[in-house]
């Protein structure tokens, strides 16, 4: 049973950091063709993907956040990271990690995703 568990969110004022975590289960991303990634959904929004990871180390990122954000995983622990860099208020949302065997292509779909944590709060004040 996977299981995803993120948590490092919280209130930081504009410019600040966050660094995300998710502690998975149930899985590695070594596994072949598993993907996991970061989403967000701010009220009245759609979810969006953030960022993504495969099991083979490529990343991808919303052209909203690249240059800002970087995903990271460390395998031993099993678990996912989000390092957020220059914050604007635009980026407050609840943070989702997701898991699954995902296209490439589709890797910042939300809906390609089976699993899902239950999220983390990021709110950015200017």
């Known amino acids: 049973q996977v299981q995803l568990v993120e948590s490092g969110g919280g209130s930081v004022q504009a410019g600040g950091s966050l660094r995300l975590s998710c502690a998975a289960s149930g899985f590695r991303l070594t596994y072949r063709f598993y993907r996991m990634g970061w989403f967000r959904q701010a009220p009245g929004k759609e979810r969006e993907g953030v960022a993504a990871?495969?099991?083979?180390?490529?990343?991808i990122y919303a052209d909203s956040v690249k240059g800002r954000f970087a995903i990271s995983n460390d395998n031993a622990k099993n678990t996912l990271f989000l390092q957020m860099n220059s914050l604007k208020p635009e980026d407050t949302a609840m943070y989702y990690c997701?898991?699954?065997?995902?296209?490439?292509?589709?890797?910042?779909?939300?809906?390609?995703?089976?699993?899902w944590g239950q999220g983390t709060q990021v709110t950015v004040s200017s």
């Open positions: 990871i495969g099991s083979d180390g490529s990343t």
């Open positions: 997701a898991a699954g065997l995902v296209d490439g292509r589709s890797a910042l779909t939300p809906k390609m995703y089976p699993n």
